[in-house]
């Protein structure tokens, strides 16, 4: 049985390194499909990183009375933060408000002036919510016009920015999706192209099929060959699209930070060197041997 | 052993092949199918290694009906017809050597009876120094002989031989017929389609003669008549 197998892996090669220009045009298609595939992930980190970057910059302000008591600050916080939707919660007591508009205005003689000769403190504290998703803004307010914290509460900036924030979190789902529906697209016309080809190379060899039938060999033994060329063009093509990515990620890496900001892709590209490589060697051997299989079928009814 | 029950083969409407075709041919026999081109010799063959399916009738292996085995079944009947195809047929991508050993191989032979037979059957149809070479970088009669060496390499129950000389000179159309004699005398059933006057007058043995797709002459120990 082990001479079987051995024969089949043996012949997969042989077929491999003799077919020549099948190969290479099969291995070349493949290596194109594997980088759109991995095109396409890397793209879609960087969307991803982008529109995170985008939201993060999204917050909602508190403005505290300037009566309110720091211990009930603080209740109002730990009640925010066991909140489902909060990401984060900055707190700038009323000392730091001053400290930072004082550094704003340093060069205005005129505010600092009138700021010393007041006294008192006349800034509030606030505090700086971060949902964990633009769509969550809507909740957190409501939470926070509950009556029981009006006596501390100043004002809430979200209602003057609730347009904004709604229209941002729009663009951003619509984005994703967006993203989503085109690297499906994109990815299916990928693997229906490679399939093709990969028809294309088994259907050169239609004749040579019938006749393997004709002089008894089973499907097994015919089949297996096939779909073992079919493997090696998927690890050959994942090594290959693994080569291709190094350069391409390191010229283009700087150029979409500049751009988009966050994501250095050349960085994430090699820090997720062996996630990514076994992603393609996955997609490229399941997609080789796949198609080999589905495309030798119908020349096996000899 | 094999057994044609009222065979038709009609291609298409202006080409029957084949007309309502029964004979029987025993074990060990040496049959000869002799036609002019065009009759249906090569038709006739087909239909018993299930290459091409009657139109009506039954081809009978043994007690076994060709065409009613499923597909993953086959082989086990082809395997014991080894088939000298008048086109050939050798696996382009295969050198001489591995187009033999793939028989045997398809057969499951272990690779020590592969590494012996396959060499022996090689010098036997006189293709030794060639072994390595692709059937492209073959001569007609070259490629001839591969496909008879891989036709016999496995010791088939059966050699369906299709005009097997047709790219052979003299002296080697000659080895070829002594070989299939020899190989007939051993215990294996030998069919052979050809138009070869000379051979079929010489071999002595039974001679079914077709004409448009029907047998007309069934004789015993026939002789080339048209
Ligand atoms: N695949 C096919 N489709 C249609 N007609 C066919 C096909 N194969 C053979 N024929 C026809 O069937 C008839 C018999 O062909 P066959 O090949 O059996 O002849 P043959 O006796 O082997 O001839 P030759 O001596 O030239 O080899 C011919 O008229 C041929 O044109
Ligand atoms: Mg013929």
New binding site residues.
Partial sequence: MSAYYSRIIKAGFINFTRNGWVTLATVMIMVITLFVIGSIMLSNVLLVSVLTRIEKKVDVSIYLKTTAKEEDILILKSKLENLPEVDEIRYMTRKEALSSFMERHKNNALITQSLDELGDNPLGASLNVHAKNSEQYESVAMFLSSPAFSSIIDKINYFQNKIVIERLSNILTTSRRAGFGISLVLAVIAVLVAFNTIRLAIYTSKDEISVMRLVGAKNSFIRGPFIVEGILYGIISAFVTMVAFYPLTLWLGPKAEFFFGGLNLFEYYISNFFQFFIILLFIGTILGSFSSFIAIRRYLKV | MIYFDHVSKV??PT?T?LDDVSFTIEPKEFISIV??????????LKLLLAEEKPSSGRVFFESQNVHSLPRTAIHKIRRRIGTIF?DFRLLASKTCYENIAFAMEASGSTDEEIEADVPQVMDLVGLMNKAWHFPHELSGGEKQRAAIARAIVNRPDVIIA??PTGNLDPINTWEIIELLKKINSMGTTVIL?T?AKDIINSLDKRVIT?ED?KIIRDAKRGRYVL
């Fill in positions: 291609y298409s080409s092949a036609g002019k081109s065009g009759a249906g010799k090569t038709t006739l008048q299709d005009e389609a138009h077709i797709g």
